[in-house]
């Protein structure tokens, strides 16, 4: 009998939370879709996981023996892939870099130039992911480091360097009674419809409907999307509007749309995420220390980066 890992992975969740709710938030899925995920677990191994109350999800026998050696097996497994993915990178000289939408604006080509410079024979492979993975492919071992926007869900388990913050604007159809004006405040947007990343993307869409200055007023939902094609699409039709980086404007201009600067919201953030497994990646290092020399801007000394060898060391070249 094979079981998939990612049965292995939401059984672990629910098993470390005790609820459903709270292992659907950070595994980035919906609640009903890991209910039915745990159920097929149940019906592969042909006994029962969890008792399940109103009070949360407590282990059985069965599944607290599967839950003590769980973690050891799925360390081991993810400890593979990497090495295998990071062998495959290494002869390929590729390093992958997640990113979602626009990544590092206009700051990453001269990232990549200057990692370029520094790594001579290597080379950056941009992997585009979905707004239903805020951490641009590094939860799923699927890229190297990643340039994403802050605050995103699990970021407490990654490496976080924050390289320069961005006004939110709003995104509007130009037939919107607002697409005139030339600023627009927060509190006039109460109302509206909003169009949002998918639910389990948890913390990272609250951020993007801006939750924490709603005062506790729940936000309308106008539409869904996790493609900027999607996003744009929504907003052109009238579905509803949406808060974005200022240089969404430059990057994602559309007949039909308009970007205005928006007052009563704080400011969008970008950073250079890692995993702590590529602590002592030498390649990973020279990134983000490319990242952190090109695109921070707060003004103060550069803060210390802890990847990879001292900063004069010669380029990696096996």
């Given at each position: 009998m094979d079981v998939d890992t990612r049965l292995l992975r939401y059984f672990a969740a629910v098993a470390a939370e005790g609820n459903l709710t709270r292992a659907a938030e950070?595994?980035?899925?919906?609640?009903?879709?890991?209910?039915?995920?745990i159920r097929q677990l149940e019906n592969l191994l042909g006994v029962r996981?969890?008792?399940?109350?109103?009070?949360?999800?407590?282990?059985?026998?069965?599944?607290?023996e599967l839950a003590a050696e769980v973690p050891d097996l799925l360390a081991g497994w993810d400890?593979?892939?990497r090495e295998t993915r990071r062998a495959a990178g290494r002869e390929a000289r590729v390093l992958r870099v997640g990113f979602l939408a626009s990544a590092a604006n206009e700051a990453t080509p001269r990232i990549i130039a200057e990692f370029a410079r520094r790594q001579p024979g290597w080379r950056v492979e941009m992997r585009q992911a979905s707004w239903g993975d805020p951490t641009g492919g590094l939860a799923a071992a699927e890229v190297d480091v990643a340039i994403l926007r802050l605050p995103f869900p699990g970021a407490d388990e990654l490496r976080v360097r924050e390289l320069f913050?961005?006004?939110?604007?709003?995104?509007?159809a130009s037939s919107h009674p607002l697409a005139s004006r030339g600023?627009?405040?927060f509190a006039e947007l109460l109302d509206e419809p909003f169009v949002a990343a998918p639910t389990e993307t948890g913390g990272w869409r609250d951020f993007w409907l801006a939750t924490e200055?709603?005062?506790?007023?729940?936000?309308?939902?106008?539409?869904?999307?996790?493609?900027?094609?999607e996003w744009l699409s929504a907003i052109a039709n009238g579905y509803g509007i949406a808060l974005a980086p200022e240089s969404s404007a430059r990057f994602y201009a559309r007949p039909g749309i308009v970007y205005r600067p928006v007052t009563g919201v704080a400011p969008s953030r970008v950073g250079v995420v890692w995993t702590p497994a590529a602590e002592e990646n030498a390649v990973v290092g020279e990134f983000v220390r490319c990242c952190v020399r090109i695109g921070y801007s707060g003004g103060a000394p550069e803060p210390p980066i802890p990847v990879g060898d001292d900063d004069n060391a010669a380029p990696e070249t096996e």
């Open positions: 950070r595994l980035y899925v919906s609640q009903p879709s890991l209910t039915k995920q996981l969890f008792d399940r109350s109103r009070s949360g999800m407590a282990l059985t026998a069965a599944g607290a400890r593979i892939l913050g961005e006004p939110r604007w709003v995104a509007l600023v627009v405040d200055e709603r005062a506790g007023r729940v936000p309308r939902i106008g539409a869904v999307t996790d493609q900027p094609d």
